[in-house]
């Protein structure tokens, strides 16, 4: 199974906080929590449980009902990167990177051949997000 991003996240943050403790890093090198807040990172999970649900709830999808999935889950994340209750806080590249990249993973995870989906569409498979991203 697919890693979720905030997991990732939450790892990093574990490891810097490690790193500062042992004294291999400054106190004020350590801005990881100003990085990932933890709303934004409930709000994150929040949002990629409800794709899991959904995912999980097609059986034979066509490529209207998996494109509608993808819209669905990237319009929920781009209104958490978007919230200004995270002070802030939002996704950059990396964290754009690992999200596409678990919309894809997730998506095959559960049967839909992804680059298919998206040479169907004329696309390339990384910009299966492409139309309703603002992160």
Known sequence: MANRPPENWRAWMAEVARDVEAGILEPECAGAAEIYPESLLRATDSALDAFEVEVRGLLGPSDDE??????????????????????????????????????????????????????RRGINRAEITDAWRDW
């Open 66 to 119: 998996v494109f509608g999935t993808v819209e669905r889950v990237v319009l929920a994340l781009n209104a958490v990167d978007g919230d200004a209750s995270h002070g802030g806080a939002g996704y950059c590249t990396e964290e754009r990177e690992q999200l596409c990249e678990y919309i894809d993973l997730t998506l095959g995870e559960h049967g839909v051949d992804v680059a298919a989906l998206a040479a």
